[in-house]
């Protein structure tokens, strides 16, 4: 009898990244929205002494996991762009002309959202909400609250509120790249520069706008979709169609 293991392979090294890639990313995605749709609008009904004891023992430990299976969505996914899927054959992102085809602009588009939800996550967002469970520690110690955890909630809310926006385009692509954009008639021959240009200034708008760039971090206008989960999630899913409505004009 032959133990043939396989999964050493390079097929089988590909295979494992992408499992490995698939199980961070549902961690972190997972998170994510247990933030957005249970943990911020719980966290709003209770007072303030039992928010400090929750941010305390439960938000940092759900960061924690947070942030670290966003790394690990991260590094697991460029791993899975260099290894090649079929032994003796190259890496997609070494492929000549990969990320010239249907697929390439597809994981590229995607990788654009989630890469940039992997920055949110580490530069915004767990820089602000150290800020706040320092001062939750700190009040529950005794000591005076600090008037900066205030702004630099709102910071941390409205870059987590984005990345639920941009998740749900994210994924679409993500998977898309090798299940369906492949498989259409796609022709990204010509006119990916016109592509790129209006993914571009959309992609800007967005994190421009969760930044504060554009129109401050207070309730406005242009902060309209951070308001609430429910409206993120809705814009979120409208991005979806903006995005392949673009693609099918301009593909
Ligand atoms: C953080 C930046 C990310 C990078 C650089 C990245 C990179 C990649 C790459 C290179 C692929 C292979 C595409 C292909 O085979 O055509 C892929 C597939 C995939 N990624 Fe990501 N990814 C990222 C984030 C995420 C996140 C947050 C999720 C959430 C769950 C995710 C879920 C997936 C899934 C489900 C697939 C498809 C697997 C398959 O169909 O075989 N990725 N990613």
Same mark, same amino acid.
């Given at each position: ?28 995605? #997972? ?14 009904? @209770?007072?303030?002494?039992?928010? &400090? ?34 032994? #003796? ?7 000549? &002309? ?15 959202? #989630?890469?940039?939800?992997? @920055? ?70 010509? &006119? ?13 708008? @967005?994190?421009?706008?969760? @930044? ?10 242009? &902060? ?9 999630? #809705? ?17």
């Amino acid at each position: 009898m032959r133990l043939a293991i396989e999964i050493f392979d390079n097929d089988g090294l590909n295979f494992l990244a992408r499992w490995a890639h698939v199980l961070a990313g549902i961690a972190w995605i #997972g998170l994510l929205y247990y933030f957005n749709f249970v943990q911020v609008p719980a966290f709003a009904e @209770l007072d303030a002494g039992a928010r &400090n004891q929750a941010v305390d023992k439960l938000a940092s430990r759900a960061l924690w996991w947070f942030r670290w299976a966003a790394l690990a969505t991260f590094l697991f996914g460029i791993m899975l762009g260099f290894i090649p899927e079929v032994s #003796g054959g190259k890496g997609m992102f070494v492929e000549e &002309n990969y990320f010239k085809s249907p697929q390439g602009v597809a994981i590229a588009t995607g990788m654009l959202l #989630g890469i940039t939800m992997f @920055l949110n996550v580490w530069g915004v967002i767990w820089r602000n909400q150290k800020v706040v469970i320092a001062n939750a520690r700190n009040v529950l110690a005794g000591g005076e609250a600090d008037p900066n955890a205030a702004a630099a909630g709102r910071k941390a809310l409205l870059a987590s509120r984005q990345n639920t926006i941009f998740s749900f385009a994210m994924l679409f692509f993500m998977i898309g790249a090798a299940h369906f954009f492949t498989l259409g008639t796609f022709d990204t021959a010509d &006119n990916r520069a016109i592509y790129w240009a209006i993914t571009g200034i959309i992609w800007l708008v @967005l994190e421009l706008s969760c @930044l504060g760039v554009i129109g401050g971090t207070g309730q406005n206008i242009t &902060n309209w979709m951070y308001e609430d989960h429910k409206r993120a999630i #809705g814009v979120g899913l409208v991005m979806v169609v903006v995005w392949y409505v673009v693609w099918e004009l301009v593909f």
